[in-house]
Nanobody, 126 residues
Framework: QVQLVESGGGLVQAGGSLRLSCAAS????????MGWFRQAPGQERDLVAA????????YYADSVKGRFTISRDNAKNTVYLQMNSLKPEDTAVYYC???????????????????WGQGTQVTVSS
């Protein structure tokens, strides 16, 4: 079992930046692909960014390409999401998730992720 704890959310003006962190318990963090999802009220939970086990491969939703950067530090059992040039439409609860398959293929649907954090609210004001 893996526990994931997100932090770093908050209120920011449009054009600002936030850095989300997700700390994972356990000694096998490096074997999990990791993803950041977000869910706005009344909307589905969608993948924003994901990173392979080694960090060598990444995925970004079209809506955040060029603005968000996902990274991981396996020594610290932590995955990050640097969010720049934030827009009001980025407002959502952001969730960290872990995919325990031993694969370097990044999957994009919620059903492929096995462990989830509790979420952190990001609010971008106009």
């Amino acid at each position: 079992q893996v526990q994931l704890v997100e932090s770093g959310g908050g209120l920011v003006q449009a054009g600002g930046s936030l850095r989300l962190s997700c700390a994972a318990s356990g000694r096998i963090f490096s074997t999990y692909a990791m993803g950041w999802f977000r869910q706005a009220p009344g909307q589905e939970r969608d993948l924003v960014a994901a990173i392979s086990r080694s960090g060598g491969s990444t995925y970004y939703a079209d809506s955040v390409k060029g603005r968000f950067t996902i990274s991981r530090d396996n020594a610290k059992n932590t995955v990050y999401l640097q969010m720049n040039s934030l827009k009001p439409e980025d407002t959502a609860v952001y969730y960290c998730a872990a995919d325990r398959r031993l694969s370097d293929t990044i999957l994009t649907t919620t059903g492929n992720y096995d462990y989830w954090g509790q979420g952190t609210q990001v609010t971008v004001s106009s």
